[in-house]
Protein backbone atom coordinates (compact mmCIF):
# COMPACT_ATOMS: atom_id res chain seq x y z
CA UNK A 1 0.00 0.00 0.00
CA UNK A 2 1.20 3.64 -0.67
CA UNK A 3 1.53 6.03 1.89
CA UNK A 4 -1.55 8.63 1.83
CA UNK A 5 -1.12 12.22 0.99
CA UNK A 6 -3.59 13.07 3.78
CA UNK A 7 -4.54 10.65 6.92
CA UNK A 8 -6.37 11.56 9.60
CA UNK A 9 -6.78 8.73 12.80
CA UNK A 10 -9.28 9.38 15.21
CA UNK A 11 -9.83 12.41 14.58
CA UNK A 12 -11.60 14.69 17.74
CA UNK A 13 -12.64 17.69 17.96
CA UNK A 14 -14.61 19.21 20.81
CA UNK A 15 -14.81 23.54 21.37
CA UNK A 16 -15.42 24.68 24.77
CA UNK A 17 -15.76 22.61 27.70
CA UNK A 18 -18.56 21.98 30.25
CA UNK A 19 -22.04 22.44 29.66
CA UNK A 20 -21.65 24.17 26.30
CA UNK A 21 -18.72 22.08 24.86
CA UNK A 22 -19.32 21.16 21.26
CA UNK A 23 -17.47 17.98 19.33
CA UNK A 24 -17.69 19.10 16.09
CA UNK A 25 -15.77 15.69 15.27
CA UNK A 26 -16.16 12.43 16.66
CA UNK A 27 -13.09 10.26 15.70
CA UNK A 28 -13.26 10.89 12.25
CA UNK A 29 -10.67 8.62 10.16
CA UNK A 30 -10.06 9.27 6.62
CA UNK A 31 -7.50 8.90 4.03
CA UNK A 32 -6.76 10.65 0.91
CA UNK A 33 -4.73 8.47 -1.44
CA UNK A 34 -1.65 10.53 -3.68
CA UNK A 35 -3.11 12.27 -6.88
CA UNK A 36 -6.63 11.68 -6.40
CA UNK A 37 -9.04 14.86 -6.39
CA UNK A 38 -11.87 14.35 -2.87
CA UNK A 39 -14.95 16.01 -2.20
CA UNK A 40 -15.85 16.52 1.45
CA UNK A 41 -19.61 17.00 1.73
CA UNK A 42 -22.05 16.99 4.55
CA UNK A 43 -25.08 19.13 5.95
CA UNK A 44 -24.32 22.70 7.67
CA UNK A 45 -22.27 21.91 10.82
CA UNK A 46 -21.42 18.24 10.32
CA UNK A 47 -17.69 18.94 10.53
CA UNK A 48 -16.38 20.36 7.37
CA UNK A 49 -14.48 23.14 7.78
CA UNK A 50 -12.93 21.55 11.34
CA UNK A 51 -11.82 18.81 9.85
CA UNK A 52 -10.08 20.93 7.13
CA UNK A 53 -8.61 22.90 9.88
CA UNK A 54 -7.25 20.29 11.61
CA UNK A 55 -5.96 18.49 8.57
CA UNK A 56 -4.44 21.65 7.69
CA UNK A 57 -2.43 22.26 10.79
CA UNK A 58 -4.54 25.55 11.23
CA UNK A 59 -5.62 24.20 14.67
CA UNK A 60 -5.05 21.44 16.79
CA UNK A 61 -7.41 18.28 17.33
CA UNK A 62 -8.42 17.37 20.92
CA UNK A 63 -7.39 14.14 20.38
CA UNK A 64 -6.65 12.05 17.30
CA UNK A 65 -3.68 12.37 14.74
CA UNK A 66 -3.08 14.44 11.53
CA UNK A 67 -0.32 12.38 8.97
CA UNK A 68 0.83 14.25 5.92
CA UNK A 69 2.78 12.05 3.62
CA UNK A 70 3.67 9.47 6.25
CA UNK A 71 4.56 12.54 8.67
CA UNK A 72 2.56 12.62 12.03
CA UNK A 73 1.98 16.28 12.59
CA UNK A 74 -0.17 16.20 15.26
CA UNK A 75 2.57 16.81 18.10
CA UNK A 76 4.48 19.24 16.25
CA UNK A 77 5.19 22.92 18.01
CA UNK A 78 3.72 25.85 16.57
CA UNK A 79 7.16 27.00 14.62
CA UNK A 80 6.66 23.25 12.89
CA UNK A 81 3.44 23.85 12.37
CA UNK A 82 4.10 26.64 10.01
CA UNK A 83 6.53 25.30 8.33
CA UNK A 84 4.31 21.66 7.28
CA UNK A 85 1.60 24.92 6.68
CA UNK A 86 3.77 26.72 4.11
CA UNK A 87 5.73 23.68 3.04
CA UNK A 88 3.36 20.72 2.79
CA UNK A 89 -0.33 21.86 2.13
CA UNK A 90 -1.87 23.93 -0.44
CA UNK A 91 -4.87 26.39 0.84
CA UNK A 92 -7.38 27.52 -1.54
CA UNK A 93 -9.97 29.73 0.07
CA UNK A 94 -13.49 31.15 -1.58
CA UNK A 95 -12.33 34.29 -0.73
CA UNK A 96 -8.79 33.66 -3.24
CA UNK A 97 -6.64 35.06 0.24
CA UNK A 98 -4.48 37.27 -2.42
CA UNK A 99 -1.93 39.74 -1.27
CA UNK A 100 -3.67 43.04 -2.64
CA UNK A 101 -0.16 44.60 -3.14
CA UNK A 102 1.65 42.10 -4.88
CA UNK A 103 1.49 41.08 -8.22
CA UNK A 104 0.29 37.32 -9.95
CA UNK A 105 3.47 36.69 -10.35
CA UNK A 106 4.76 37.43 -7.00
CA UNK A 107 1.96 36.18 -5.42
CA UNK A 108 2.64 32.92 -6.72
CA UNK A 109 6.25 33.31 -5.20
CA UNK A 110 5.35 34.19 -1.84
CA UNK A 111 5.46 30.32 -0.28
CA UNK A 112 9.02 30.14 -1.69
CA UNK A 113 9.70 33.16 -0.45
CA UNK A 114 8.33 32.42 2.79
CA UNK A 115 9.66 29.26 2.89
CA UNK A 116 13.43 30.48 2.65
CA UNK A 117 13.56 29.13 -1.03
CA UNK A 118 14.66 30.82 -4.01
CA UNK A 119 11.40 31.82 -6.17
CA UNK A 120 12.43 30.22 -9.13
CA UNK A 121 11.13 32.87 -11.84
CA UNK A 122 10.74 29.69 -14.54
CA UNK A 123 9.06 27.44 -12.27
CA UNK A 124 6.27 30.25 -10.81
CA UNK A 125 5.60 31.70 -14.71
CA UNK A 126 5.29 28.05 -16.11
CA UNK A 127 2.49 27.61 -13.14
CA UNK A 128 0.84 31.09 -14.30
CA UNK A 129 1.15 29.73 -18.06
CA UNK A 130 -0.69 26.60 -16.72
CA UNK A 131 -3.38 28.32 -14.71
CA UNK A 132 -4.25 30.48 -18.33
CA UNK A 133 -2.74 33.50 -17.08
CA UNK A 134 0.79 33.64 -18.46
CA UNK A 135 -0.63 37.35 -20.01
CA UNK A 136 -1.50 38.57 -16.31
CA UNK A 137 1.65 37.85 -14.16
CA UNK A 138 2.14 41.37 -13.43
CA UNK A 139 -1.71 42.32 -12.61
CA UNK A 140 -2.44 43.37 -9.69
CA UNK A 141 -5.43 41.05 -8.06
CA UNK A 142 -7.64 44.20 -8.14
CA UNK A 143 -6.92 43.98 -11.95
CA UNK A 144 -8.09 40.28 -12.33
CA UNK A 145 -11.89 38.64 -12.43
CA UNK A 146 -12.79 36.31 -9.78
CA UNK A 147 -11.84 33.50 -11.61
CA UNK A 148 -8.70 34.78 -12.68
CA UNK A 149 -7.96 35.52 -8.82
CA UNK A 150 -8.65 31.71 -7.72
CA UNK A 151 -6.31 30.85 -10.55
CA UNK A 152 -3.75 32.59 -9.19
CA UNK A 153 -4.28 30.63 -5.62
CA UNK A 154 -4.16 27.42 -7.27
CA UNK A 155 -0.87 28.50 -9.29
CA UNK A 156 0.33 29.86 -5.25
CA UNK A 157 -0.80 26.58 -3.23
CA UNK A 158 1.31 24.14 -6.04
CA UNK A 159 4.40 26.27 -6.37
CA UNK A 160 5.44 24.38 -3.19
CA UNK A 161 4.91 21.09 -4.83
CA UNK A 162 2.82 20.41 -1.72
CA UNK A 163 1.33 16.69 -0.59
CA UNK A 164 -1.87 18.29 -0.39
CA UNK A 165 -3.82 20.98 -1.52
CA UNK A 166 -6.91 21.85 1.06
CA UNK A 167 -9.74 23.73 -0.74
CA UNK A 168 -12.42 25.48 1.57
CA UNK A 169 -15.46 26.19 -1.06
CA UNK A 170 -12.70 27.16 -3.50
CA UNK A 171 -15.21 28.06 -6.20
CA UNK A 172 -18.50 29.44 -3.56
CA UNK A 173 -17.27 32.95 -4.94
CA UNK A 174 -17.76 32.07 -8.45
CA UNK A 175 -20.34 32.21 -11.39
CA UNK A 176 -21.58 28.88 -12.60
CA UNK A 177 -19.42 29.02 -15.74
CA UNK A 178 -16.46 30.31 -14.02
CA UNK A 179 -16.82 27.88 -11.56
CA UNK A 180 -16.43 25.26 -13.79
CA UNK A 181 -13.54 26.31 -15.42
CA UNK A 182 -11.79 26.57 -11.67
CA UNK A 183 -13.18 22.56 -11.38
CA UNK A 184 -11.82 22.02 -14.43
CA UNK A 185 -8.58 23.74 -13.74
CA UNK A 186 -8.45 21.73 -10.12
CA UNK A 187 -9.36 18.43 -12.12
CA UNK A 188 -6.50 18.60 -14.70
CA UNK A 189 -3.70 19.65 -11.89
CA UNK A 190 -4.68 16.26 -10.43
CA UNK A 191 -4.63 13.91 -13.94
CA UNK A 192 -1.42 15.99 -15.50
CA UNK A 193 0.65 16.98 -12.17
CA UNK A 194 -0.09 14.65 -10.07
CA UNK A 195 -1.49 16.86 -7.28
CA UNK A 196 -3.69 15.45 -4.36
CA UNK A 197 -6.67 17.71 -3.86
CA UNK A 198 -9.57 17.68 -0.64
CA UNK A 199 -12.10 20.30 -1.18
CA UNK A 200 -15.04 20.95 1.01
CA UNK A 201 -18.12 21.92 -0.93
CA UNK A 202 -21.65 22.49 -0.41
CA UNK A 203 -22.49 22.05 -4.64
CA UNK A 204 -23.10 18.49 -6.20
CA UNK A 205 -21.48 20.18 -9.57
CA UNK A 206 -18.98 21.16 -7.75
CA UNK A 207 -18.27 17.61 -6.06
CA UNK A 208 -19.18 15.89 -9.33
CA UNK A 209 -15.34 17.04 -10.76
CA UNK A 210 -13.93 15.05 -7.87
CA UNK A 211 -13.33 11.02 -8.32
CA UNK A 212 -14.71 10.79 -5.34
CA UNK A 213 -17.29 12.19 -2.49
CA UNK A 214 -16.70 11.28 1.59
CA UNK A 215 -19.74 12.07 3.55
CA UNK A 216 -19.73 13.71 7.20
CA UNK A 217 -22.22 13.70 9.42
CA UNK A 218 -22.75 15.26 12.86
CA UNK A 219 -18.64 14.64 12.82
CA UNK A 220 -18.20 11.32 11.64
CA UNK A 221 -17.84 9.85 8.59
CA UNK A 222 -21.36 8.79 6.55
CA UNK A 223 -20.13 7.03 3.81
CA UNK A 224 -18.19 7.35 0.12
CA UNK A 225 -19.10 7.74 -3.42
CA UNK A 226 -16.84 7.08 -6.06
CA UNK A 227 -17.21 8.60 -9.51
CA UNK A 228 -19.56 11.08 -8.21
CA UNK A 229 -22.64 12.29 -10.76
CA UNK A 230 -24.00 15.97 -9.59
CA UNK A 231 -27.59 13.87 -9.49
CA UNK A 232 -26.07 11.07 -7.22
CA UNK A 233 -24.63 13.40 -5.15
CA UNK A 234 -27.83 15.95 -4.89
CA UNK A 235 -29.55 12.86 -3.94
CA UNK A 236 -27.15 11.39 -0.97
CA UNK A 237 -26.73 15.27 0.04
CA UNK A 238 -31.32 15.22 1.22
CA UNK A 239 -31.18 11.72 1.86
CA UNK A 240 -28.66 13.11 4.68
CA UNK A 241 -30.20 16.25 5.14
CA UNK A 242 -33.36 14.43 5.88
CA UNK A 243 -31.41 12.21 8.42
CA UNK A 244 -30.07 15.21 10.42
CA UNK A 245 -33.74 17.00 10.56
CA UNK A 246 -35.25 13.72 11.92
CA UNK A 247 -32.59 12.88 14.34
N1 LIG B 1 -14.74 27.93 17.15
C1 LIG B 1 -15.83 27.23 17.48
N2 LIG B 1 -16.36 27.32 18.71
C2 LIG B 1 -17.45 26.60 19.07
N3 LIG B 1 -18.10 25.75 18.24
C3 LIG B 1 -17.61 25.63 17.00
C4 LIG B 1 -16.47 26.35 16.53
N4 LIG B 1 -16.24 26.01 15.24
C5 LIG B 1 -17.20 25.12 14.91
N5 LIG B 1 -18.02 24.88 15.94
C6 LIG B 1 -19.17 23.95 15.98
O1 LIG B 1 -18.72 22.70 15.49
C7 LIG B 1 -19.71 22.09 14.63
C8 LIG B 1 -19.08 21.83 13.25
O2 LIG B 1 -18.80 23.09 12.64
P1 LIG B 1 -18.09 23.21 11.22
O3 LIG B 1 -17.95 24.67 10.93
O4 LIG B 1 -16.89 22.37 11.18
O5 LIG B 1 -19.22 22.57 10.26
P2 LIG B 1 -19.41 22.68 8.69
O6 LIG B 1 -19.81 21.31 8.24
O7 LIG B 1 -18.22 23.28 8.07
O8 LIG B 1 -20.65 23.66 8.58
P3 LIG B 1 -21.12 24.66 7.40
O9 LIG B 1 -21.46 23.78 6.23
O10 LIG B 1 -22.34 25.32 7.98
O11 LIG B 1 -19.98 25.59 7.13
C9 LIG B 1 -20.89 23.06 14.61
O12 LIG B 1 -21.83 22.61 15.57
C10 LIG B 1 -20.26 24.38 15.01
O13 LIG B 1 -21.23 25.20 15.66
Redesign the pocket.
Known amino acids: MTTPALEVRGLT?T??DGATA????HGLDLGFAAGTFTAVM????????????CAGALEAPTHGRVVIDGDDITDLDETRRTRVRRERIGFVFQSFHLMPYLTARQNVALPLRLAGRRADRRRVDELLARVGLADRADHLPGELSGGQQQRVAIARALVTDPAVILADEPTGALDSRTATSVLALLRTTVQELGATVVM?T?DPVAASFADAVVF?VD?RAAGRMEHPSTEAVAGQMAHLDDLVAAS
Not at 22 to 25: N, Q
Open positions: RYGVTALGPSGSGKTTFLTVHLG
